[in-house]
């Protein structure tokens, strides 16, 4: 009986009808080229990664060194964005700062996405109490406007870089929760989930194998949006004096510290401001753009 | 609908003790002492335990949360460490000039927000949608904060049209009576301060209406752009409707759930971006209060100005859903 199954078996398609089959991938980056806002916002996001990972290579100055009898010259050909109070080249002080910006943004959504997704998971997947009282925490962080536990969280832990990243990705974490919650309770009904329980597969390579492929594209969508969140109250919060302390080039401590001179030099505050907006604009066109290829859901 | 509402205020009891819960623990999860970070390195040890007691941090942690909870239904919010005065008194005027703030700022959210969106879903792929669009998806990622100090540049220090800070003249001050100075001045007969009043309000309401806006404006367009392809969209034209009326009554009737939920959401978030809008503006509302509890580490001021605009948040929310079902009689809740 069993020769039978070998996989000389005529029925598995050939080698050529296996290649004619678009995954779902393929297709949602057709569909993405096609989007011309998208594909600005997917340029923005290129172009400020490479700002941060070259940084040392294109800034003309350092980030610190103070030169105080350069203070608040304007913008010129040697100082493109002009200096601040110290002297500091505010270019190479915006350059830097995608560095921070860019680097919160990734690693708090990471953050969030990894204990989120972990919470959602075991909340969808086993029910019961276990899932009512993860719910029930989710419900009671969303209850919160975000920006204002954050500043809690730092106001607890203390004003830093370090903890305005933790502030971000505590208050993140929902998101991602109630996303894959929801995407284990539809993915737990699927035949093919019954079919691998039935071969006898584990919670563990079910949840690994099938829930997570399974909703990896709206974390994708979900993720990027949250990314444009988080610089902006990373920013926010380096504003407020709660994140990045100096000499970080933090782009909101940046506004911060140069508010007060915004009569003498407006080009203090303007730079780090665009940076922030252009960056967090970046993002958001591309997660649009993604949630309109990727998820089936909203396609029109 | 009595019992919808009914279980929906049932669902509010666990969030709200949630909510109280983790405000109780932000002073108890200071790393270290709590008493000594708030006191300062300096501080004797009989200060340190004296503030020990004083907090309440002696007990075991349940009974501080029963004295807790017990103290909130009664109305008490703390002692601010720094004025000595019940948190309950000071809080009122502060969170009067939030509330107006944040209403002008809803009112010009609102109103231009939904008329973008409907004009722009009424001429899909005009130029007005297409620039009403782009404008909406920059004031998404506009940081307020930096909106609001190019404000302050531009329109107050460049052109010297509004004021840059504050709520009233400061040397002819609003006598406050409900702590609304839009109400107050007028109940007076200040008609001149009323106007001073609207001029301070104009800048921060801008900036905080920004972010509401584009959402409410992005989510009545798609909104509008799904109800207008229905049939009965159809038939109200064969009919010969005016398009206007098509579009303001019959289409936005029905496009307005969404709308509704998103203003809902905003509202309340619009009271997180008040602390940043406040900051910029010295707006003497409950961000301020709350920003200067942080820089003096006036820990039970934090915390209760915290709870106040989580409650209000969840308060606005619950108005919300009950909203729907006045908004669209075809919602039934099971």
Redesign the interface.
């Known amino acids: 009986m069993p020769e039978i199954a070998t996989n000389t078996s005529p029925i598995l398609p050939p080698k050529e009808a296996e290649e004619k089959v678009i995954s779902p991938w393929k297709e949602g980056w057709k569909s993405f080229r096609k989007n011309k806002v998208a594909l600005v916002g997917l340029g923005i996001v290129t172009f400020f990664i490479l700002i941060a990972i070259f940084a040392p290579l294109i800034a003309p100055y350092s980030f610190e060194g103070q030169k105080l009898s350069d203070k608040h010259l304007a913008p010129s050909a040697e100082h493109w964005f002009g200096t601040d109070e110290f002297g500091r080249d505010i270019l190479s002080r915006v350059i830097y700062g995608s560095r921070i910006s860019i680097g919160v943004g990734f690693l708090s959504v990471a953050g969030s996405v990894v204990v989120g997704s972990f919470l959602g998971i075991i909340a969808g997947y086993y029910g019961r109490w276990i899932d009512t009282i993860i719910s029930r925490v989710f419900d009671i962080i969303l209850a919160f406007p975000s920006i204002l536990l954050a500043i809690a969280v730092v106001a607890v832990l203390g004003p830093s870089l370090r903890n305005a990243l933790i502030a971000i990705a505590i208050v993140n974490v929902p998101i991602f929760g109630r996303l894959l919650r929801s995407r284990v309770l539809t993915v737990k009904e699927e035949e093919y989930v019954t079919a691998a329980k039935a071969i006898g597969m584990g919670d563990g390579r079910i949840l690994l194998h099938h829930v997570l492929p399974n909703s990896l594209a709206p974390i994708i969508v979900q993720g990027t949006l949250a990314i444009a969140t988080a610089i902006i109250e990373c920013a926010a919060l380096g504003f407020l004096g709660l994140g990045a302390q100096p000499p970080a080039p933090e782009w909101g401590k940046m506004l911060a510290d140069s508010r007060a001179f915004i009569i003498q030099a407006p080009w203090t505050v303007l730079f780090p401001g665009l940076a922030i907006m252009l960056t967090v604009l970046g993002f958001n066109l591309m997660g649009d753009g993604l949630r309109d290829a990727l998820d089936p859901r909203m396609k029109n | 609908m009595f019992s919808y509402t009914v279980r929906r205020l049932g669902s509010l009891i666990?969030?709200l003790l949630?909510?109280a819960f983790?405000?109780f623990m932000?002073?108890r999860?200071?790393?270290g002492n709590p008493a000594q970070v708030i006191l300062g390195q300096q501080a004797t040890e009989e200060a340190v335990a004296a503030m020990t007691k004083e907090l309440g941090l002696d007990k075991p942690w349940f009974i501080q949360f029963w004295d807790y909870l017990s103290g909130l239904l009664k109305g008490d919010l703390g002692v601010s460490l720094k004025t000595n005065s019940p948190v309950s008194e000071e809080i009122g005027p502060y969170l009067m000039a939030t509330i107006e703030l944040a209403l002008i700022a809803m009112i010009i959210a609102v109103v231009i927000g939904v008329n973008a969106g409907i004009i722009s879903a009424w001429f899909q792929n005009s130029w007005f949608d297409y620039v009403a669009m782009v404008i909406a998806?920059?004031g998404?990622?506009?940081?307020i904060?930096?909106?609001g100090?190019?404000e302050?540049?531009i329109i107050s220090?460049q052109w010297d049209l509004l004021p840059t800070t504050g709520r009233d003249n400061i040397r002819d001050p609003v006598e406050a009576i409900t702590g609304l100075y839009l109400i107050d001045t007028l109940m007076q007969g200040r008609v001149d301060q009323f106007f001073e009043v609207i001029k301070h309000l104009i800048l921060p309401g801008i900036a905080l209406a920004t972010i509401p806006m584009a959402i409410i404006a992005r989510m009545t367009r798609s909104s509008m752009l799904e109800v207008m392809r229905s049939d009965f969209i159809r038939t109200a034209r064969a009919k010969g409707m005016r398009m206007f009326w098509v579009v303001y009554k019959h289409s936005f009737k029905n496009a307005l759930i969404p709308v509704v939920t998103v203003i809902g959401l905003q509202t309340?978030?619009l009271?997180?971006?008040a602390?940043?809008t406040e900051?910029?503006f010295g707006w003497p509302g409950i961000g301020t209060y709350?920003?200067d509890a942080?820089?003096s580490r006036d820990?039970p001021v934090?915390q209760s100005g915290?709870l106040v605009?989580?409650f209000l948040?969840?308060m606005i929310n619950l108005v919300v859903d009950l909203l729907y079902a006045a908004i669209d009689p075809r919602i039934k809740y099971k």
């Open positions: 666990p969030v949630g909510m983790i405000v932000m002073i999860a200071i790393p998806l920059i998404l990622s506009m940081p904060f930096w909106l100090l190019m302050q540049y220090i309340g978030l009271l997180g971006g602390i940043l900051n910029i709350i920003y942080i820089l820990y934090i915290i605009i989580a948040f969840v």
